[in-house]
């Protein structure tokens, strides 16, 4: 299996966040990249490093699941900030347009409230180069199983999965999970996205709500008590072409791996339905029970028996790297998983 990983993601470092109204240390930093990247060694594989821009078509690939406008806001944003008096290093918002706007506005403060969702994505001056490295590294594992690869796993950080087609958000400005599956619906008529991180994939779900080729499916945390909070409820199962397209199966606050084990088998069980001809798992590993964003509590050797249920799906399969945030246990959580993906 290929192994992918860009070390210019390290250029996206934010230090801070906004938690409970207070700034906090950010756990989505480069140190997470070196503790999974030790995890890949755990297990016996050996990164491969893609082009860290990408290929010539990853902004044509880009533009199928995210908005033009977005895609230049984040790579313009950070000059035109720095440029307004007073700004601080990153670009972060104090005004969204809570309840719906009724414009796009040309101001750079007006623009980081449309796009930039909550206090979890401050852009600093390298931030998307980064940014792009972690897209390009989900494109080369998928191109690596569009060409006939069995399955590849993409190293991806910053995370993607909160991103939708025009807005970052819980530490995601790229959707790489998304972007995966756009590459393999080149080959592959119908997709699946199975999303096993501790958080809903919200992103995911906006960009592919009203598509019947693309099914999504999300495990994760009861978002009524839990971040994301506004999507991920059981009755979101997608609209028009995509009704019947989408899955959300919430779980209490602290369910252990035999849940989560459960509820990952009525997933599957629904998504066979659909018959997917490749699969994408959003692979997030912080439904760990040390994992600091605290919301389920699977152990270590449950993130083998996940990770071998999606391997018997026996279906082409891109592995993108979502959550998961440092710990003692988050490489051994990966090399877990691993092993009983590749275990067959
Ligand atoms: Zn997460």
Redesign the pocket.
């Known amino acids: 299996m290929k192994y992918v990983y860009s070390a210019q993601q390290e250029r996206h470092a934010p230090e801070t966040f906004l938690l409970r109204g207070a700034p906090a240390p950010s756990p989505e930093g480069p140190v997470r990249a070196a503790l999974l990247s030790r995890g890949i060694a755990e297990f016996g594989g050996c990164l491969d490093a893609p082009d860290a821009t990408g290929t010539p078509r990853l902004r044509e690939r880009l533009m199928r699941i995210h908005t033009s406008r977005y895609l230049n806001f984040l790579e313009t944003i950070h000059a035109r900030w720095q440029a307004l008096p007073g700004a601080a290093e990153r670009v972060a918002p104090n005004v969204h347009p809570t309840g719906g706007g009724h414009h796009y506005p040309e101001h750079p403060v007006g623009q980081a409230g449309w796009h930039l969702h909550d206090m979890a994505c401050p852009i600093g001056a390298d931030s998307f180069a980064g940014i792009l490295a972690s897209a390009a590294s989900a494109e080369a594992a998928a191109e690596a199983v569009v060409n006939g690869d069995d399955a590849a796993y993409a190293l991806c950080r910053p ?1 993607g ?2 991103a939708g087609p025009e807005r970052a958000g ?1 530490f995601c400005f790229l959707n790489n999970s998304a972007l995966a599956a756009s590459v393999l619906r080149e080959r592959f008529a119908r997709v699946a996205i199975v999303d096993v ?3 809903h994939g919200n992103g995911t779900q906006d960009i592919f709500y009203a598509r019947g080729d693309v099914w999504t499916g999300s495990l ?1 945390a009861d978002p009524s008590g839990f ?1 994301p909070f506004f999507w991920g409820s059981a009755d979101e199962r997608g609209e028009g072409e995509g009704l019947g397209a989408n899955l959300n199966i919430p779980l209490s606050i602290g369910s252990n791996g035999i849940v989560f084990l459960d509820a990952l088998e009525r997933l599957l069980t629904n998504m066979q339905a659909f018959a997917p001809q490749a699969v994408v798992v959003a692979l ?1 590993l ?1 439904a760990h029970k040390d994992d600091p ?1 605290a919301g389920l509590s699977l152990e270590t050797a449950d993130f083998t028996q996940v990770g071998a249920r999606l391997a018997a799906l026996d279906l082409p399969c891109v592995l993108v790297q ?3 945030y440092p710990t003692a246990s988050l490489e051994h959580n990966l090399a877990a998983f691993l092993r009983g993906f590749t275990a067959t």
Do not use: F, W
């Open positions: 995370p999965h909160h819980g991180d501790l958080h994760h971040y997030g912080d964003l979502e959550g998961g």
